[in-house]
């Protein structure tokens, strides 16, 4: 089907709309989950990214898509477009493929999660490789805290335990990791979050 820039532009918007709504009700469920109030819709900003992967038949195996990493955000949703396998999540040191299914997205919790629930939920380091034979296509819906915040360990889950991560401002932290190379968790340690 061809769409015209005005049509894409309203299915982006939406499909973006949706995709804070679907975050808006994991973060109710997770904030649950701990028993705590987590911060509304209102402090909740959004990041798309689009990426092509073009297939590799010569060299496959020595290239990777995207090198190992954690999101930046508290949630991501990746939706794997075209069905092509590729994503990879680390466990206990493997690397594990995600299978892509029609009808899923694929959510990751990011680092400002891990910070802001002092590591009760841990950020999960992923990469993706290429593939010999298939191009590849995913959007992947970053949200997070709004750039002009301060976010660190909240104090109602933290309770009488130690804080193990500073209070940072948002903005600070992603102009580090976004100039920076990918390298798994390693940046987040770079942009000294952990104390
Ligand atoms: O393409 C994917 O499946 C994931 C991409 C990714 O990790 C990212 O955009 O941060
Ligand atoms: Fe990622």
């Not at 982006?12 to 973060?27: D, K, N």
């Amino acid at each position: 089907m061809a769409y015209n820039s005005c049509q894409l532009q309203e299915s982006i918007e939406s499909y973006s709309a949706e995709l804070m709504r679907v975050t808006g009700s994991l973060m109710a469920i997770i904030a649950r989950n701990l028993g705590v109030d987590l911060p509304s819709d209102t402090y909740v900003s959004q990041a798309l990214r689009m990426t092509y992967y073009p297939a590799c038949p010569v060299a496959h195996d020595k290239v990777l898509g995207i090198s190992p990493h954690s999101d930046i955000s508290m949630l991501t949703l990746v939706w794997e477009l075209n069905m092509v396998g590729g994503l990879q999540i680390k466990r206990q040191d493997a690397w594990v493929p995600v299978k892509p299914h029609p009808k899923a997205l694929v959510v990751n919790v990011g680092d400002f999660l891990e910070i802001m629930t002092n590591g009760k939920y841990q950020s999960i380091e992923h990469r993706v490789t290429v593939n010999p034979h298939k191009e590849r296509m995913s959007i992947s819906a970053f949200h997070l805290p709004k750039f002009d915040m301060s976010v660190g360990p909240l104090s109602e889950i933290v309770g009488a335990e130690l804080k193990k991560y500073k209070t940072l401002r948002v903005d600070e932290v992603a102009k580090v990791v976004f100039s920076s190379k990918l390298d798994g968790k390693k940046t987040k340690d770079y942009a000294m979050l952990r104390i």
